[in-house]
């Protein structure tokens, strides 16, 4: 474990479904983020929370919603997506300054039906 | 407009080889560049960090950095076969938590 965990690993969802992803750090980290990873293609940076303050929206769909009650927990909730919002979305934490680097989650599947 | 181009690979090396990965940019404010491997089913983990321009070596690996050409190279001296792996670039232009910019990935093959 990297010290960041999300849970599920795997998730098949409809498109009329509501789901949420979890990330959970205990790192002391100040930062988190998801990012979405879609085959070849960059991993898509989709927000950024500082101190629990989302400070960046990277023009992502409001079918995707994210939440963070504290520095230690980041939800993505999920609603009315479509398949090609299928991919791997990941967590990852990083103090401000961060100087060694992001530690990244394993990541859950996503795959939207 | 962020860009950072990678060749997707794959490479294929036999084992003991010396890799040569590369990233080229094209936004001359990034300052902070990363290099992260990442294994099937696994998220990426952090290699590399290296700050402006200049070398770091850390055991096999090698990172370097060319601003005024805007291309950044990871050098994985006896390469192993557990070094198969995506290895990714990323940058960014400022320290604090603004988010990465990162490259495709480079798929990278080590045969026995």
């Known amino acids: 474990e990297t010290g960041v965990t999300q849970t599920p690993r795997h998730l098949v969802m409809g498109m009329t479904n509501k789901k949420s992803l979890k990330c959970e750090q205990h790192l002391g980290h100040n930062a988190m983020y998801w990012y979405k990873q879609s085959a070849k293609k960059p991993l898509e940076l989709m927000f950024v929370y500082n101190f629990k303050e989302q400070t960046e929206n990277n023009s992502v769909p409001s079918r995707f919603s994210p939440e963070c009650p504290n520095s230690s927990h980041l939800f993505l909730h999920l609603h009315t997506l479509q398949p090609e919002d299928s991919a791997l979305y990941l967590c990852?934490?990083?103090?401000?300054?961060?100087?060694?680097?992001?530690?990244f989650g394993s990541g859950t599947r996503l795959t939207v039906v | 407009q962020k860009e950072v181009e990678q060749d997707p690979g794959p490479l294929s090396v036999p084992e003991g080889a010396i890799v040569s990965l590369n990233c080229t940019y094209s936004n001359s404010a990034f300052q902070y560049f990363m290099w992260y491997r990442q294994y099937s089913r696994k998220g990426p983990e952090l290699l590399m960090y290296?700050?402006?321009?200049g070398n770091k070596e850390d055991g096999r690996f090698t990172a370097q950095v060319d601003k005024s050409s805007k291309y950044i190279s990871l050098f994985i001296r006896d390469s192993q076969p557990s070094d198969s792996a995506t290895y990714l670039c990323?940058?960014?232009?400022?320290?604090?938590?603004?988010?990465?910019?990162f490259g495709k990935g480079t798929h990278l093959i080590i045969q026995p």
């Open positions: 290296t700050y402006s321009s």
């Open positions: 990323a940058m960014s232009e400022g320290g604090g938590a603004d988010g990465l910019t």
């Open positions: 990852a934490s990083s103090p401000l300054n961060y100087g060694d680097g992001y530690t």
